[in-house]
DNA sequence: GCAAATTATTTTAAGCTTATAATAAAATCT
DNA sequence: AGATTTTATTATAAGCTTAAAATAATTTGC
């Protein structure tokens, strides 16, 4: 039901093709534009309307789901970044005075980083007007649209972690 | 056949939900994770196996498909990065031998900027294998899932373009 | 208990990225 | 034609990002 032979064109049609990966190609990129595409306009909300940077704002935004603190290889992890990263990230952001970093009382190596609450609050306020920027921004997709785009992004994760860890969580 | 009232817990039932947009919230997350995770793979196989960056290899991608050459603002919009970003980009890859940059004989403000014989040799290596592993790194998903994927990114494409520009096409 | 391996973090150097301002050429509008 | 606006690019400063190497604390394996 696959491998159909589709002629294309005079020149390519007798040397190309030992085989094609081109939808795959056509894929991606299309699911990199729509990345690239929402991302940079909540980039420029965040700067326009709070003067946050997106990466600053992810950082809280994984604090304020762990009340009792995350160590720096813990935010590393689930954000995705570099520990060296994290290091300026978290000293600009201690110094603004938005989170507080304390040394593990159980790992010296360790520290635990959380809210201020002079930061939980600031996190919160622009939280709440982010979702609405990006209920925005996905408002031409009907529900059933999202549900399905969900379940195969969902499916392309998976496929992605395993081609990358060879991992199957 | 929406707006179904579900009990979140004690705390928050009474108060919250003034409109509730959590589900466009975990659909970004998890289409930002895919791109993350899918991006991060690609840089680091080509730069460990050719040495090359992902924005050179971007924009040498550009270039391949423009034989005539193409202006910085042309490739800045078209990659959807700054300007600034491309004045530096295209130095390196000038110094390093893969792209020409000569003054656009019907514009002295523009530059016309294309791939070296070398260049494109190079890339053209690369981007055989890159295509492999995109199709390696989608490869758990059906041609009918790949096919429904690529359609509603289209929507969401369309969605977020016209959330940003008021634009339709 | 002590050496070896692992884990947590920081440092460094290079490159990427953006926004903003500056410069210069071209196009537009009287 | 001359003034104004737009367009193309570069320069600058700040911050983000990574990989690789260094440091320090903990855990593991005798």
Redesign the interface.
């Known amino acids: 039901m696959?491998n159909i032979m589709i002629p294309l064109d005079a020149e390519t049609n007798a040397v190309e093709m030992p085989d094609d990966?081109?939808?795959?190609?056509?894929?991606?990129l299309?699911?990199?534009?729509?990345?690239?595409?929402?991302?940079?306009?909540i980039r420029r909300r965040l700067r326009d309307r709070f003067g946050v940077t997106l990466p600053r704002f992810d950082l809280m935004a994984q604090l304020d789901k762990a009340p009792d603190g995350m160590t720096l290889s813990d935010l590393s992890k689930r954000m995705?970044v570099s520990n060296g990263n994290l290091t300026g990230l978290v000293d600009r952001l201690v110094a603004s005075g938005h989170i507080d970093r304390r040394v593990s009382e159980t790992d010296r190596r360790a520290q635990m980083i959380s809210l201020t609450p002079a930061g939980q609050s600031e996190f919160r306020t622009i939280a709440t007007e982010h979702?609405?920027w990006?209920?925005?921004?996905?408002?031409?997709?009907s529900?059933k649209?999202?549900a399905?785009?969900?379940r195969?992004?969902?499916?392309?994760?998976?496929?992605?972690?395993?081609?990358?860890h060879g991992d199957v969580e």
Do not use: Y
């Open positions: 696959n990966h081109r939808d795959e190609l056509r894929l991606w299309r699911l990199l534009t729509c990345s690239t595409l929402i991302e940079g306009e995705m979702e609405g990006i209920a925005e921004l996905f408002g031409g997709l529900q649209d999202q399905d785009l969900m195969l992004l969902a499916k392309t994760k998976r496929s992605a972690r395993q081609a990358v």
